[in-house]
């Protein structure tokens, strides 16, 4: 399973790639704004400065919503880096971009997924990734595990490449769950991949291997 993590803070995407497991980066105009990044400028040369923190690929999203606006700034941000991905919402342009950008061999990821029907266009325009939101389902009392489930069963059953990439994964269960479906990809917050490590007789144990030691080597 590939670890993204979901934010735009460097210093939180240092941290994670520093710890050997991160495998690249999703970001989002909310996840920007909440670094105070704005403006053409700034946005561009922060995707680059994520860039050169990580090896995988980083999403980053377009703003407009009409086909020419996402083909024109999709271009744009392509232009970055080669690990850039182009991350388009799921809307009826969304889909004609993807697939204009699939047939130019440049790497898309379709946010904003919250049912399989949505999923199964993705992947027939050929997105690399498909992103459905986990968390925001079970905000609204839907079963976002129940949709990851059933997205890659049909794409198993069809042999789609696009990834299944859990979105919106708010906390330890939910990444695991999704681990034992077989999602591709999950992305979450760095708090939720440092969950990962905890157990508290992981911290017993240790504590006691060191007192240990301690006594016989004085
Ligand atoms: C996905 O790419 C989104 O950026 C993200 O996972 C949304 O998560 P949230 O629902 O916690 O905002």
Redesign the pocket.
């Known amino acids: 399973m590939k670890f993204f993590i ?1 934010t735009a803070n460097l210093a939180e995407i240092r941290e994670a790639h520093e710890l050997g497991v991160l495998d690249g980066v ?1 970001t ?1 105009p ?2 920007m704004a909440k670094e105070g990044i704005t403006g053409k400028n700034n946005i561009l040369s922060h995707y680059k400065a994520i860039c050169n923190i990580v090896e995988g690929h980083v ?1 980053a999203e377009v703003n407009a919503v009409d086909f020419a606006g996402m083909i024109r700034e999709g271009e744009e941000l392509c232009e970055i880096d080669e690990k850039i991905v182009v991350k388009i919402p799921m809307i009826k342009d969304g889909i004609k971009a993807i697939k204009y950008f699939s047939d130019r061999d440049i790497k898309t990821n379709c ?1 904003l997924v919250f049912s399989a029907g949505q999923a199964l266009l993705a992947a027939k325009a050929g997105a690399t990734y498909v ?1 459905p ?1 986990v ?2 389902l079970d905000d609204i009392s839907f079963d976002g595990i129940q949709l990851i489930e059933q997205i890659v069963g049909i794409y198993q059953n069809y042999g789609y490449q696009t990834e299944v990439l859990a ?2 994964i ?1 906390h330890p269960i939910h990444l695991l769950k999704c681990a034992e479906i077989g999602a591709d990809v999950m ?1 979450g917050p760095l708090s939720i991949i440092l969950a990962l490590l905890n157990h508290p007789l992981t911290d017993s144990g240790l504590a006691k291997f060191i007192a240990d030691y301690k006594k016989g080597n004085q």
């Open positions: 979901d999703t989002n909310s996840l999403s946010t992103s939101f968390g925001r979105a919106s708010r992305t």
